[in-house]
């Protein structure tokens, strides 16, 4: 069995699955079904696809990646498709958090 991919790839993946289940097993705040949260997605995607496309450019990289230690899928300008998955379970995360928490404060 073949280890390539498996030192950022698992974790990426690994995040992506724990946020998923987090919402849909334990918090169940409805977020996914939310248009402001799609919207939200969209907002990052086109800050973290610059951004990130120029730290990680294949011809002057300021960000380098162990190619041993991701899928080599890149898309769009170079950027590792982990970058993605983490980028989704980091928001992600942090809006269920968000949410929780909201749901948890007395009412007034």
Known sequence: ???????YTLPAVGAL???CAAEYVWLRTGLFRRPAYWLTMIIV???QIPVDG???????PI???DTDQILGLR???????????????LVTSVLLAWERARR?????
């Open 104 to 108: 948890q404060e007395p009412a007034r």
């Open 17 to 19: 699955v724990a946020v």
């Open 75 to 89: 898309f769009p300008w170079d950027i590792p498709v982990e970058d993605f998955l983490f980028g989704f379970a």
């Open 45 to 47: 995607l086109v800050v």
């Open 54 to 60: 120029w730290l990680t450019k294949l011809d002057a």
């Open 63 to 65: 960000v380098r990646y």
């Open 1 to 7: 069995m073949s280890l390539h991919g498996i030192g």
